[in-house]
Each structure stands twice: as C-alpha cells, then as structure tokens.
C-alpha cells in the first residue's frame, strides 16, 4: 500500500527541475524500513531462540496493537502538513474515561464515551490550528497538558481496575487464527487508513496541503477541512488504541501513554520514511516503524541488556531520520 499519489508525483517534480535522483534515494521512501527492519529481526532470530517464537511473535504484535492504530493516523496528520504532540494524553484520557463508565454501566457505553473524549480533543485541536490559527506544535502541545490534568482530575491519581471476567474483557481477548481480536481490529482500521490515504480524493488532498498548502488552496482544496479532519482522526485512533489497551490490561491510569507514548508513535513514523515537513508518507510504512521499534524493546529484553539505553537508541534513530529527510529534502530541491 504505497502512497500512490506522492510516488506520481515525484518524476513531475524531477523533470520540472531538470534533475533525476540516485535510484537508492528514490527508493528509499518505499522501501527503505524494511532494510533495517529485516536485519534486526534476523540478528534477533539468530541470537534468542524465544525471540521467534510464536507466543511472543503474537504478544509483540498484541502489545503493540494501541501504538499501531495511533501511528497509522498520526501519519495522515503529518502527511497533510499538521502535528499531534497530544495522542499520549488523549489515550490516557480515553482509557481512564472508559474504565470509569465501564466500572458503573455497560462495556458499550464506556467505548463510546473514551470515543467521544477522545475525537472530542482531536476536533478541538483541529478547530484552534485552523480556525484560531495557531501552531500545531504549540496548539496540541498544550492540549496535552491540559487533557492530561482533565483524566488526573477524573481519577485523583488513582488506578482504574475492572474485573476480570467482564464484558469489556472481550474486546481485545478473543482470539480468531490464535491472534486476539485486538489485533484484528487494529489490523482492519490501519487498512482503513492506509485506503483512506492511498486510493481515495481526500488522501490525495492531505498530500497536497501538506506539500504546498497555498498552492492547493489556490487549486481548490478545502485545505482547513482537510486539517480538521486528520486532527479528528488522530483524537478517534487515540481513543481507540486506549479502549484496546484498558480492554487487554483491566486497568488504566491517567498517568499511561502521556510523552513516551508520543514520542515513540512519532519516532515510528519518521523512521518509516514519513516526512516531518509534510507531504510525504505512507501508513504501511509506519506500521513496520512501529514494530522495528517494538523489536528493539523485545531485544532488549530478551538479551538482558539495560533498557535504559533504549531511549538513547531510539533518539539517536529519531535523528538519524529526521537527518535523512532534511538530506532528501535537499536533494530533491
């Protein structure tokens, strides 16, 4: 499921300047995470016998089910030209709103309440960066802040248990093909996604904002709609992914996701090739960002190596793609 629409118009760009990229540069916006995605899951085969097995192989992908469905939006986000520094406080907000309905009503309705939080916060952000006109980085920075106050106030601090043998138990917990259903709805929402961006007239609108935002205004599209409508996507994945997490672990704290799980969904996707800047990207390749990610936490794990480095690796990663894209940038220019 590559981005179809950049990818066509990328030999446009390059006869209009009368240059042509190397073929590894080109490529490297479609294939590139596989590359160190393949080696790392092969040195990891090679050095820890449990780390291919089935089991784990099945809980990496059910661990990492929330963080899927978040990237997959936050691609569409900064593919249209926006940023989310808020998912992390919206997940946490949506986990701890859905464990309290859960606890006193139905598990129907604590799903769509922690849904409607959460997209809730996604329209607010969309309204202040388009309507009010400020930044995305500051805008959903203090949002952050601000949701996260909102679910320790919800809570006092405190933790959100539900019992064992609920209904809301089953969300995540039933298994199909030996894969929860977690996974299967997460896999389901990132194909949305990935269909949404890739085959459809508004994902070929998000490309051209993100990549001249006059220039496709001056043509036509509705770009603040378009803005609002990624933001609102990013809020609804975040209250997804927390539904599916409280679901999987009976408990939420308002305290969960907050700035490490920001970051690591925004490491995830400019690792897989999505460019910081806008008008660039792909949800497939963000989901193998995200499990290149997972792979490293895994390895480190198993390997017994202190995962107090593993923030240093993943920032030194986060760098080295950033550098990347400004490079290709620049190359392309």
């Keep these: 499921m590559t981005n179809t629409a950049t990818n066509d118009l990328a030999p446009v760009r390059e006869a209009r300047l009368g240059i042509r990229l190397p073929a590894f540069l080109r490529s490297w916006r479609t294939t590139g995470i596989l590359i160190p995605f393949l080696a790392l899951f092969v040195a990891l085969c090679l050095k820890s016998a449990p780390f291919h097995s089935t089991n784990n192989l099945i809980n ?39 464990g309290e309905v859960a606890m006193h009503h139905s598990a129907g309705l604590a799903i769509v309440a922690a849904m409607v939080a959460a997209i809730v916060v996604g329209l607010l952000n969309g309204l202040i960066i388009t309507v009010v006109k400020i930044s995305p980085l500051i805008t959903t920075l203090a949002m952050s802040f601000v949701v996260s106050g909102i679910a320790l106030r919800c809570t006092q601090g405190n933790l959100i248990a539900l019992p064992s043998k609920g209904a809301f138990y089953l969300l995540s917990n039933l298994h199909f093909l030996r894969l929860p259903s ?42 603040n709609a378009i803005k609002l409508s990624t933001y609102v996507l990013s809020g609804a994945a975040a209250g997804l992914g ?15 996701g907050g700035n490490a799980l920001t970051f690591t969904v925004l490491a995830a996707v400019v690792v897989g090739g999505t460019s910081i800047a ?16 997972a792979l490293i936490g895994n390895g480190f794990i198993l390997l017994g190596i202190n995962t107090l480095y593993q923030q240093i690796v993943l920032g030194v990663i986060l760098l080295l793609a950033v550098g990347l894209d400004s490079w290709f940038r620049y190359r392309q220019n």
């Design 242 to 256: 927390g539904c599916l997490d409280l679901s999987r672990l009976l408990s939420a704290q308002a305290s969960s």
């Design 60 to 98: 990496i992908l059910g661990q990492q089910s929330s963080t899927l469905c978040i990237a997959a939006a936050f691609t569409l986000v900064l593919v249209a030209g926006g940023i989310d520094l808020s998912v992390g406080a919206t997940y946490g907000l949506a986990s701890v709103v859905g």
């Design 182 to 223: 977690c996974v299967w709805i997460t896999l389901a929402f990132v194909v949305v996604l990935a269909l949404l961006l890739n085959r459809t007239t508004i994902g070929r609108y998000m490309v051209a904002a993100g990549g001249n935002m006059e220039a496709a205004r001056l043509a036509g599209v509705r770009v």
């Design 278 to 293: 806008g008008g660039e990207g792909s949800v497939w390749r963000s989901m193998i960002g995200v499990l290149f990610i």
